[in-house]
């Protein structure tokens, strides 16, 4: 229990830390700090880290590149690349550091000091399970469905309808939930 | 096509035919969670067969096992005698045999629905097998589970018990050979129940279909699989035979006792509600 705290601060103080910090180099040292303290699994973290950010980071340094071409930026000083590169660099080391502490950390155990944010843990919890096995059920009726590699419409169409599905249910579960909370006396407005 | 063909009595599968689909010795772990423990069963064609357990007792992954979407951790699957597995259905052509085949029904309708029209859904499968009269054939199957009305409509604006016709529609449309039905009356009212399983009667395909109503399991089969609470499999065999076994119904947590009261006697004893 009182490791799960320990590791709650380390955590907010990397946070707050990696959001401070603006020299590549020490975001850097940062990163490799985290795959370090991962020891075996630090080829994977960094694997899902980088495919959990990719599209995101993709879409933000690309647009970033294409204005700061059209401003002409890349004359003056501080370059666009590095910006480019504190960027993606502090997205990378929070993601890491996010799932290193999601591993190593009994959340249910770190936030006990506090009875009203226990209780959001376990509502955003028992929501996860539930979405996670929804969308293993979308991916697999797809593939179950799919005599041949599903073009990409296909793919397109069952992700929409899934996402769909899952803003309709995320709304219903938290009406759900907050009726759930107030009847228990949660709320006291 | 597969022509419906609604009967009374059907003649009992051939004890001695192949097997349609064999399981041997199948484990299965989520992590260090066991979910399957050395289940073996083999399903001859035709046959229909109802695989019961409580919550939680693995009947969702065997079925998922059994459509060749994930790999057991130990054992083997086997469908008209070759064995299958997510690395061999790699390959093009067992791949396009397998799925038109042996069709999954989820237990969430909402899973298996992505398209723009409930027609488009329907046809989903012949467009991909190549299928001649892609019209006659979906009307035939939308007719047949009663959702012709729908055609025009996108089949998220449906109602549970249709959403569940348009899926059955979406996979008999491929005529398989068997169909794997994951709890298809959890969602549906009393008079949609009796629908489906008069239609599933009348299907002259094997099917297997899981639930944990049973009062319903009899209608849905004539042979029952019991997977326990220890995720073994704990009865293979009639189903009338199962139906009289109350302990081997309280082990695998099927049926339930609780206090009655007869005027002022107040006793306890095991007891088979009907309930979804």
């Known amino acids: 229990m009182q490791r799960d705290r320990i590791h709650l601060g380390l955590y907010l103080a990397g946070v707050l830390g990696a959001t401070l910090i603006h020299a590549p180099a020490w975001l850097a040292a940062g990163l490799a700090l985290v795959l370090l303290l991962s020891g075996r699994d630090a080829a994977s973290l960094l694997r899902r880290a980088v495919l959990t950010v990719l599209a995101f980071n993709t879409l933000i340094s690309l647009s970033y590149l294409g204005m700061a071409w059209w401003q002409d930026a890349f004359t003056q000083a501080p370059s666009p690349w590095l910006t480019l590169l504190r960027l993606n660099l502090r997205v990378l080391l929070l993601t890491c550091l996010t799932f290193l502490f999601i591993a190593r950390t009994n959340l249910f155990q770190a936030l006990d000091f506090s009875k009203s944010l226990t209780y959001v843990l376990g509502l955003a919890y028992s929501q996860t399970l539930t979405f996670s096995r929804a969308h293993d059920d979308f991916r697999l009726a797809l593939a179950s469905r799919s005599l041949t590699r599903p073009s990409l419409i296909d793919r397109y169409r069952a992700s929409a309808a899934a996402i769909s599905w899952f803003i309709e249910k995320s709304l219903h579960a938290a009406t759900q939930s907050s009726q759930a909370l107030r009847s228990r006396g949660f709320f006291h407005d | 096509m597969t022509e419906l063909r609604y009967r009374i009595i059907k003649p009992a599968p051939a004890q001695d035919a192949a097997p349609m689909l064999e399981v041997v010795g199948i484990s299965h772990r989520y992590g260090a969670a066991e979910i399957l423990r050395d289940i073996g069963f083999a399903i001859r064609p035709g046959e229909k067969v109802v695989l019961l357990g409580c919550n939680g007792s693995g009947k969702s992954t065997l079925l998922k096992i059994l459509n060749g979407l994930i790999a057991p951790t130990a054992g083997q ?115 949609s129940t009796g629908w489906l399983v008069d239609f599933l009667g009348g299907l002259d395909i094997t099917t297997l279909t899981t639930t944990h109503n049973l009062s319903l399991a009899p209608e849905l089969g004539s042979r029952a699989l019991v997977l326990g609470e220890d995720h073994s499999l704990i009865h293979d065999g009639p189903i009338q035979a199962l139906l009289t076994d109350m302990n081997l119904l309280a082990a695998a947590n099927l049926v339930h006792t609780h206090r009655h009261r007869h005027g002022n006697i107040e006793h306890r004893h095991t007891h088979v509600h009907d309930w979804q």
């Not at chain 2, 909402?110 to 299928?131: C, K, T, W």
């Not at chain 2, 409509?153 to 008999?172: D, H, N, T, Y």
């Open chain 2, 77 to 191: 699957f086997h469908f008209q005698g070759e064995e299958i597995t997510p690395l061999r259905l790699k390959a093009p052509a067992l791949h396009r045999r397998f799925r038109s085949e042996v069709a999954l029904l989820f237990q969430n309708p909402d899973a298996m629905l992505f398209n723009p029209s409930v027609f488009d859904e329907i046809a989903f499968g012949p467009r991909q097998m190549g299928l001649p009269n892609l019209d006659d054939r979906v009307r035939h199957w939308a007719d047949l589970v009663g959702v012709s009305q729908h055609l025009a409509r996108p089949p998220f604006s449906l109602s549970g018990g249709e959403k569940q016709k348009v899926c059955l529609a979406a996979l008999l449309a491929l005529e398989p050979k068997v169909l794997l039905l994951d709890e298809p009356t959890a969602a549906l009212d009393p008079r």
